[in-house]
Structures are given as C-alpha cells and as structure tokens.
C-alpha cells in the first residue's frame, strides 16, 4: 500500500477539492473518496460540478471537468482526528507551495481543520474566506465524509452549489 494517494490535478483548473488527509480506504484503492459512505462524488453530481455521478475508480475523470482532488497531509489515518496540529502545520508550507504551482482559481477545503491548523485561526466560517490560500481563493466546504454526519446530504449539496455558483460566475461589465 502506498503511504499517499496521488493527487490528481492539473495547472489552471476552476476548483482544486482539499481533502484533510487521505482515508485508509482510499490509500489502499489508490482513489479519492473510495469509502462506501463517502457523499463527496454523490455531492459533487447533484450541486452541478459533473453531469454524471463518478465512482471512486474514476476520480480521474474530475479533470476533464475542470477540477482537482488533493490531500493537505499525505498521512493515511482511520479518521482525519488522528493527525496532529503540528503534523498539519508541517505540511503547511509544502502544500501551499503546490497550490501556488498549480494556480487554481479557487482551493476548496473539505472541513475546516486543516485551514484552521494551517493559519492558526479557530473562527473559520464556511464558504468564501477573506484571504487567498496559494494565490487561489479560499472556500471552506463540509466535509462529505460518512464520519460527518453534522449535514444532511440537502444541506452538503446546498454548500458545495454555492461554490459552483461562484467558480462559474459570469463577471458583470460595467454599463
């Protein structure tokens, strides 16, 4: 088994999706969001971002539509609890580095762990932060994971809408 699962990513795209740190499952399937009750792909279909629902074997995919799957840690763990403050903040560095590398237009965090631990703030609210991450801007989304189940699916969807809403906003021209 790997010890990371391969981001998959490309310069440019509209959304790079941050996962905290991949799940045992995922780790072993080498593929993003495998676990069974995952809402991530399922979430991702109904707030407009594919016009198919994607299995986890075809993550790969995500990049003909214009976005990216990656981890802020690369530590496989049972449950993203596992990892430490200081194991996030010393990938910190690294990881924004990538970001900056790829420039997305937006870096999208599932939960707000991984900013908060990154930035050191604890009063992260969801959806478009104030301040960029990597150039990109910074949205915090919740996380699909079948471990959170803090929101219905109603409600994830609603969330990640607003997101695509936002990625795919026409800009308004001036009269």
Not at 59 to 88: C, H, K, N, Q, W
Not at 126 to 144: E, S
Not at 148 to 174: G, I, K, Q
């Amino acid at each position: 088994m790997s010890e990371a699962l391969p981001d998959i990513v490309a310069p440019g795209l509209a959304v790079v999706f941050c996962g905290i740190n991949p799940g045992m499952l995922a780790a072993a399937t080498g593929h993003h969001f495998a676990g069974r009750g995952n809402r991530f792909w399922r979430v991702v279909h109904l707030a407009g971002f594919t016009p198919v629902q994607l299995l986890p074997e075809d993550d790969r995919a995500f990049l003909r539509y214009g976005y990216g799957l990656t981890t802020a840690v690369a530590r496989p763990t049972a449950r993203a609890a596992m990892l430490s403050r200081i194991e996030i903040v010393a990938a910190a560095s690294a990881f924004e580095a990538k970001i900056a590398g790829l420039a997305p237009r937006y870096i999208a965090f599932l939960g707000k762990m991984a900013l908060s631990a990154i930035t050191g703030k604890r009063d992260i609210e969801w959806g478009l932060q104030a301040g960029t991450f990597g150039g990109a801007r910074a949205w915090v989304l919740p996380n699909p994971s079948g471990l959170n189940r803090a929101f219905s699916l109603d409600e994830l969807v609603t969330a990640y809408r607003e997101l695509h809403a936002a990625a795919f906003a026409m800009p308004v021209e001036a009269p």
